[in-house]
């Protein structure tokens, strides 16, 4: 009973919070750039206030928010939830490629309603999502800069940021170009970024959700724990990280059934202690990668 009651306290407490943040936020008198900043800076804050209040619902997690690694996490969401990374190059990049790669302007689904238009193009992209993430994995060029994501040793909501720049450029590049030949209305994506956005904190918390009869359908939390796991049983396994791991059941690269959920997490071989070793450390391993050789997957060496 005093469980339930302290439910229903958080959830009323969250409740009367996120609609004071709302009414806040919708009278600032702030240009666009700044509200976008501002509008990340509070969804993050009450996404975490709800996945800390959860977590404390299931007592997990004890001291890992104070941590130097989350620190690092904190500084790379804001920089790409901020959108300072389309300030500083992105916008530079997709300007650039506007002109030489008009040839795939097909606009294949831009005559189709708007709904439909938003349901293909979020299941291409969490179908590319998929195969960009195992080309993470396979490749010692991206590898060495997808170790900065894996090498946090205690995952939390904002562990999905943690992105080398290189790394999130090579995500960004592998999604426009399907995305660019299907077209679609600049109106949805927004929305289904924000969408990607929530997911992808949702699968980095520590709330012990496997979403039991969908769990071959959805990512989640335990799901995804698998793929930062320490066990080398559970090394290149479950790469879907958007809404469905479908894929990595078609494809054969799902954790089996019944493994224990993992509770290390990490590399071994790679252990940043500062913001800039998460930076520099890829640049050191792709010397290594490609001066000494490697025998079988260099993601297998972690
Ligand atoms: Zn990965
Ligand atoms: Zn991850």
Partial sequence: MAAILGVRFHMQWLASLSSRVIDVWANLPLGTAEKTSLKAFLTGLLLFLIVYAVERIYRVRDNDFRSRGFVHDIVYWFYYRTNLNYFLYTTVLLAALEEPLSFLDLKLVSSLPAALQAVLIFLVGDFVGYWAHRAQHSFKFLWAF???????????????????????????????????????????????????????????????????????????????????????????????????????????????????????????????????????????????FYLTPVSGKISDSR
């Fill in 146 to 288: 997808h170790t900065t994501h894996h090498s946090q040793e205690q995952v939390n909501i904002f562990t999905g940021a943690r992105f080398h720049p290189i790394d999130a450029l090579w995500l960004l590049l592998f999604a426009y170009l399907p995305l660019r030949i299907m077209g679609g209305s600049s109106q949805i994506w927004p929305w289904l970024a924000f969408l990607i956005w929530i997911v992808n904190m949702l699968i980095h918390s520590r709330i012990p959700w496997g979403y039991g009869p969908l769990h071959k359908l959805l990512v989640s939390p335990n799901f995804h724990a698998y793929h930062h796991s320490t066990d080398p049983a559970h090394f290149n396994k479950n790469f879907s990280t958007g809404t469905f791991c479908v894929w990595d059941y078609m494809f054969g690269t799902a954790v089996k059934d019944r493994e224990p959920i993992p509770t290390l997490f990490g590399l071994t071989n790679v252990k940043p202690t500062s913001l800039w070793s998460t930076l520099v450390t890829p640049f050191r391993l792709l010397g290594e």
